[in-house]
């Protein structure tokens, strides 16, 4: 009887180009945000070079560059940039600080909330345009008045997020502290601090935003340095490339803001087992 001898098949080479799928989806992260604002400006920049907007209208891509350039080489842009972003930023800080301190407060205590949150509410809904002149009236055009319209807007989302995300941790776990007798501070770090840092984190997020949208609402009303006043003073010149240098600015700013965020998030929520999306 013959033996048959079966030889294993060799292993496989690990091919070279076995990690390009993965290059593929990370160099997809990078061009896809990209096409939108891509396809815009080469579509604006046709429209304005064949002369079909009026370049005091709507300055082609070309034109803001050029005027950011020359911005730049002043130092008026850097100076004005600094100063808007030194006030969105304590504003900022004021404000968040504030909202978490009494989505806390108001979180923990049935009774806070009945004394406190109706009136929050009501001021939440008041706009900036309407307490602005307030301000400068209470606190005048320094930069006092600024930094706290900043804060009021930066304050709710804050509020409104930390208040929610107490109250939106499960009662069941409550059940199960009481079964392994934790205390109070055990009950916070364990329990409720976790279920609701997310709700914290995009409190943060809006408000970031919020105050991005507040400085411009500060600004424009009476300032004679900043982003804000830039294309206030911009605009009595007709100079619109200079506008929109402004405008690309704030977006800039209020993306490069939430996107630390959205980092941050990743990092504290690490731990997070949700749906990321499939397509």
Not at 26 to 31: G, S
Not at 34 to 41: C, D, Q, S, W
Not at 207 to 235: K, Q
Not at 252 to 274: A, H, Y
């Amino acid at each position: 009887m013959n033996k048959t001898t079966i030889v294993a098949n060799p292993p496989l080479k690990r091919r070279a180009w076995s990690k390009i799928p993965f290059q593929k989806v990370e160099a997809r992260k990078w061009i896809s945000p990209l096409l939108i604002p891509l396809a815009i400006l080469i579509i604006w920049q046709l429209f304005g070079q064949f002369g079909e907007v009026s370049k005091t209208v709507l300055p082609t891509p070309f034109d803001i560059a050029t005027a950011t350039y020359k911005l730049i080489l002043s130092g008026e842009l850097v100076m004005h940039l600094k100063i808007s972003t030194i006030r969105a930023l304590s504003g900022f800080l004021i404000g968040a600080a504030a909202g978490l301190i009494a989505g806390i407060a108001v979180g923990f205590s049935t009774r806070t909330e009945e004394v406190l949150d109706p009136t929050l509410q009501m001021l939440r809904t008041i706009p900036h345009l309407a307490v602005a002149p307030l301000f400068i009236l209470w606190l005048g055009f320094g930069e006092a008045s600024k930094v706290l319209l900043i804060a009021k807007g930066a304050f709710f989302p804050v509020y409104v997020n930390t208040f929610l995300g107490i109250r939106g941790v499960d009662a069941k776990l409550f059940d199960v502290a009481r079964i392994f007798h934790f205390n109070t501070w055990q009950k916070i770090k364990l329990l409720i601090f976790p279920s609701a840092l997310p709700n914290v984190l995009l409190g943060i997020r809006l408000s970031l935003g919020a105050a991005w949208l507040s400085l411009v609402v500060a600004e424009l009303m009476g300032s004679t340095e900043g982003i804000g006043y830039m294309m206030m003073d911009a605009r009595q010149f007709s100079n619109t490339d200079i506008v929109f240098v402004g405008i690309i600015l704030f977006a800039l700013g209020g993306k490069v803001t939430d996107s630390f965020v959205r980092l941050l998030e990743k990092w504290l929520l690490r731990w997070q087992d949700t749906y990321k999306g499939t397509m």
